[in-house]
């Protein structure tokens, strides 16, 4: 048997509903369904809001879903935290809060796209950011997602892979294009 990677994508996004657009959570789910059809692996900071939404969407399309916690096992997660675990196939608990987790999972990960966002999506780029990693947003979901062209005009270091669009189906596909170029990848 011929072992043969698959991308794993990170969603990251506000975990409260309250800072998002209002189809912000539809288009959530829909990002993580394109990660499933079009053959990649979901990963997220297992938590509530977009991420959590995303996380159904790929499930529901028989996609796998991984999960980083800041937790350090499964009854943190859930009962200091209050964290869901039912949208994961697998979840990484990492014992190093909010902040450790972000930089363990934006690491992880091949991309990231950024739905809506507060502070902690706003860390969870500037990782993916300065380690050069591919990044897409899904303009029209509110907060961070909808400030991101606005910061980069900012003095930066590093190369630029960012791409935007407002459509789940065609942000996946164009991030798969950038990574392949990114790796070298057929």
Known sequence: ???KEKFKIAVTGAADENFCS????E??????????KQGCVLVTGATTGTPHYAAHGAKEAGGISIGFSPASSALSHVKTYRLPIDAFDM????????????LLMTRAADAIIVVSGRMGTLN???IAFEDE???????????L???IRTIIKRPFRGKMNIIYSESP???????IELMKKEKGRL
């Open 1 to 3: 048997m011929i072992y």
């Open 145 to 147: 997602a909808d400030e």
């Open 133 to 143: 990693k591919p990044i897409g947003v899904l303009e029209g979901t509110g907060g």
């Open 169 to 175: 189906r065609v942000l996946v596909k164009n991030l």
């Open 22 to 25: 209002k189809r912000a959570i």
């Open 91 to 102: 979840i990484v608990y990492t014992g190093f809060g909010y902040a450790g987790r972000n």
């Open 27 to 36: 288009l959530a789910k829909e990002v993580g369904k394109e990660i499933a």
């Open 124 to 126: 969870e780029f500037t």
